[in-house]
């Protein structure tokens, strides 16, 4: 039976995928699967030139789907059902998941974390978070990748702001955004996740940290014309040591005042120069 108009794009999506479950590997089969049966149980509608699809329900708040990304596996492009009210308003679907996923381990950890919860508080299907990221593990490699990323970005800025300012200022003017935006906490988290690439990602992120530290080091003895004598190493470790104690501090009482702790600890590193 010929298809025409809509009807026959959304006949098209259907074979691509039909092609595109052929190509996978075994085990992402079932998503095909699933795609596949909710897309022949919908029919579409034109709205701003998108293809939408309706669902066979009285329920109108559960009517609205959109089709949105590409997906490209051995030369293979398809189109992939995500979940929106209004997608034009609403972030990508990666971001709204890796969002979620962010502010669950930021409230209990990674341990108990499932992707059906992390589908929940992003508003999409279970079917699409394994879409975006196959699996738990791959999700949190992504969610310390995209923190990590975030915390570095934002402690190189304070240590090149303070090349023009009062060296300390600005650093606690960094870390005190950090305690309040809560990353460095997430990051302590998915340090200890029961999986070696995240454990691995985390170490490399670390490491990051360390080196910023030291040159801030650097960078604060040398405006104070000041020499160390130990070992620059060994004062960023306690310094990144420092802020992660308090970032653990400051989630259990978010009312203490961490200021008076970080001018004490730089009072005391500073006596360390000759």
């Known amino acids: 039976m010929p298809h025409r108009g809509l009807e026959g794009s959304l006949y098209s999506?259907?074979?691509?995928?039909?092609?595109?479950?052929?190509?996978?590997?075994?085990?992402?089969?079932?998503?095909f699967d699933q795609l596949l049966e909710d897309l022949r149980g919908r029919r579409p509608i034109a709205k701003d030139g998108h293809l939408v699809l309706h669902e066979r329900v009285r329920n109108h708040a559960q009517r609205r789907k959109f089709l949105t990304g590409v997906h490209e596996r051995e030369s293979t492009t398809f189109s992939a059902v995500s979940e929106?009210?209004?997608?034009?308003?609403?972030?990508?679907?990666?971001?709204?998941?890796?969002?979620?996923?962010?502010?669950?381990?930021?409230?209990?950890g990674t341990a108990q974390v499932s992707m059906g919860e992390v589908a929940a508080a992003a508003g999409v299907s279970k079917a699409l978070v394994h879409y975006h990221f196959r699996d738990k593990d791959s999700l949190l490699h992504a969610l310390v990748e995209d923190v990590g990323a975030l915390v570095v970005s934002r402690e190189h800025s304070a240590i090149t702001r303070a090349e023009t300012t009062h060296a300390l200022d600005a650093y606690w003017s960094w870390l005190q955004t950090e305690l309040r935006v809560g990353d460095l906490r997430i990051l302590l988290s998915l340090a200890e996740a029961d999986s070696a690439r995240v454990r691995s990602a985390s170490s490399r992120i670390a490491r990051q940290r360390r080196t910023l530290a030291s040159e801030h080091v650097t960078q604060v003895f040398d405006r104070l014309q000041l020499n160390p004598r130990v070992p620059?190493?060994?004062?960023?470790?306690?310094?990144?040591?420092?802020?992660?104690?308090?970032?653990?501090?400051?989630?259990l009482d978010p009312e203490n005042d961490p200021r008076p702790a970080f001018d004490v600890l730089w009072l005391g590193l500073l006596t360390l120069a000759e």
């Open 84 to 108: 929106s009210v209004h997608a034009e308003d609403r972030a990508p679907a990666a971001r709204r998941i890796l969002d979620a996923i962010r502010a669950l381990v930021a409230r209990g």
């Open 232 to 251: 620059t190493v060994i004062i960023a470790e306690t310094i990144v040591a420092f802020i992660d104690g308090l970032a653990m501090a400051t989630a």
């Open 13 to 31: 999506h259907i074979l691509e995928l039909d092609l595109a479950r052929c190509l996978v590997r075994h085990e992402h089969r079932d998503f």
